[in-house]
């Protein structure tokens, strides 16, 4: 099946700037895009979502663009934290189960 | 709501042995999904289920690896017999109304094969 990419594996960034992680997806069918954030032993946990009619969605600290054309999604971390320290994962689904990225992880620079 | 409850959370075992993996999904939740996780291939999809009923299970890398859904609120995940390759960690999620909507993980089980 096709693939959600991600551009970087690791970012460092100092604590309270913003971050900006990024998300390659292949799929022309996907309606739908998740980001999870996975920290060190837990499962997954939901961050924000976007449908495909939609471009940018803003949630508490976190902000999802897609830019279709480029099948591009970003996620913006605002002010980030030490407890923003994890692996951050994209998702794609053209209603079928997600097709997750490798992650990529976040470093909090104190 | 206690969200979606795995174990063992470790599980140690050695080569040729059988391992079982079990979850109980979240309550009300229609679909469950059975996820392995490793360095190298990252999150892999290995079965799903709508309503206990298998829907695809394209992602069991092979014939040693089983998945079953006696009721609503369990399914088990079996290893048999389990080799040092299936080292990984194993999630999973249910859905409450369709199969990419909503997902809550379980804290995962981590399986090492000796």
């Known amino acids: 099946g096709e693939s959600v990419g991600l551009h970087l594996p690791t970012l460092s960034v100092q604590e309270g700037d913003n971050s900006i992680i990024n998300c390659a997806y292949s799929n022309s069918a996907s309606d739908y895009f998740i980001w999870y954030k996975q920290e060190s032993g837990k499962g997954p946990q939901f961050i924000i979502d976007?449908?495909?009619?939609?471009d940018k969605r803003q949630g508490q600290r976190v902000t999802v663009l897609l830019n279709k054309t480029v099948k591009h999604l970003s996620l913006q971390i605002a002010a980030t934290q030490p407890g923003d320290s994890a692996v951050y994962f994209c998702a794609d689904s053209g209603n079928t189960p997600l097709v997750f990225g490798k992650g990529t992880r976040l470093s909090v620079i104190a | 709501d206690a969200g979606v409850i795995q174990s063992p959370r470790h599980e140690v075992t050695e080569m040729g042995q059988e391992v079982t993996l079990r979850c109980k999904p979240i309550s009300g939740h229609d679909y469950l999904f059975w996820y392995r996780q490793t360095m190298m291939r990252g999150l892999e999809l290995l079965i799903y289920f709508n309503n206990n009923v298998p829907i695809d299970d394209s992602g069991m890398p092979e014939d040693r690896f089983s998945a079953k859904m006696p009721n609503a609120s369990f399914s088990t995940l079996k290893i048999q017999p389990s080799e040092p390759r299936d080292s990984a960690v194993y999630f999973c999620?249910?859905?409450?109304?369709?199969?990419?909507?909503?997902?809550?993980f379980g804290s995962g089980t981590r399986l090492t094969v000796v």
């Open positions: 976007i449908r495909s009619n939609m």
């Open positions: 999620a249910s859905s409450p109304r369709a199969p990419n909507y909503g997902y809550t």
